[in-house]
């Protein structure tokens, strides 16, 4: 069995930590006038609430908020769990699929950002202004002294390519870092503290090294426990929480099997430390449960109960390695 350390010198080898760092204007801002003159005119007791108000449609945003939540998704999906400050792994040779994968996020931040937000900017801040009456506070804009608001048809930047705080408030970064393994603590520090230092975190290090391949066999698990039991629940009669008859009868979408595929596809980037028994059952997988297509499991029976007993196995072969 490897020692701690010489598993962190794999681990360091074989993978990368990743972050993924993206930011956009926030649209709602705390309006202490309105809280105090609410909290006046009810008479209700200070510190029991406060008004909070949109400075801007948040809806304006949408497009925007899609794109972020598409490649957060995007980045889970394609990497590990890592440290507690966000940071993620993802095996070196998936690296740069993940970077690719990224970067198409990144090409579409940019441009609703750039060709529509941006430009779009000084007319939402007209319609907050027109929307908010006495709660409109010009100051609470960012780049507010180059908004040019004093025609509400078509309110404009005095000069867009001037703005500073505005385009501070959006960001779209992927940061690629090694590591660490216990011999990084190279500090001022007695020998005694820095051995502690190093033990600790070997002890953190190999904990997360077993949750990550952990999180791998349980998306292979699933995915193979999902197909099982869509295969051998098909045409078989839906039920209602009281096992009365729905009238329908069960089926799987084309996904069923595209599913497989596209976990076993994440493998490389997934398995961090190269273990061989992962990469056997992914091309057990690959081999027994991608072969017929969905329509042919649909048709055949004899296909759809080989696929099922295929799916079986596998799961019995994963038992051993997740127990």
């Known amino acids: 069995m490897k020692s701690k350390t010489n598993a962190l010198t794999t681990i360091s080898e074989r993978a990368l930590l990743v972050d993924l760092s993206i930011s956009c204007l926030g649209t709602s801002r705390k309006d202490a006038k309105i809280t105090r003159d609410t909290i006046e ?6 510190g029991t609430g406060r008004f909070t108000k949109d400075i801007i449609d948040p809806k304006a945003l949408d497009p925007l908020k899609k794109i972020i939540r598409a490649a957060g998704s995007e980045h889970k999906e394609l990497t590990l769990p890592w440290a507690n400050d966000g940071s993620r792994i993802v095996a070196a040779q998936g690296l740069s699929a993940y970077k690719e994968k990224m970067k198409v996020h990144e090409r579409a931040y940019w441009d609703i950002l ?26 609470q804009y960012p780049d507010y002294k180059l908004l040019d608001l004093s025609n509400p048809a078509k309110p404009r930047w005095h000069n867009s390519s001037a703005t500073n705080q505005f385009d501070k408030k959006f960001g779209f970064a ?52 999902h197909m099982l039991e869509r295969l051998k629940s098909y045409g078989k009669p839906i039920t209602d929480e009281d096992g009365n008859p729905t009238g329908k009868n069960s089926f799987f979408l084309d996904t069923l099997v595209s599913n497989v595929s ?14 061989p028994a992962i990469n056997k059952i992914a091309t ?9 297509s969905p329509e042919t499991l649909r048709r055949n029976e004899f296909a759809r109960n080989d696929t099922a007993n295929r799916a079986e196995e596998i799961l019995s072969k994963m038992s051993a390695f997740m127990a």
């Open 174 to 225: 992927v940061q690629v870092s090694p590591v660490p393994t216990g011999d990084d603590f190279r500090c001022e520090m007695d020998t005694k503290t820095i051995a502690g230092l190093q033990k600790d975190y070997e002890a953190f290090a190999a904990e997360r090294i077993q949750g990550a391949l952990g999180s791998v066999w349980a998306r292979l698990h699933d995915t193979v426990e």
């Open 114 to 139: 750039l060709k529509d937000i941006k430009p779009n900017f000084p007319k939402m801040v007209a319609e907050a202004k027109a929307n908010l009456n006495g709660g409109f506070d010009i100051t």
């Open 41 to 46: 005119r009810h008479g209700m007791k200070e």
């Open 284 to 292: 057990q997988m690959r081999a027994g449960l991608t072969e017929h």
């Open 262 to 275: 596209d976990v076993l596809d994440l493998v490389p980037l997934l398995n961090i430390t190269g273990d």
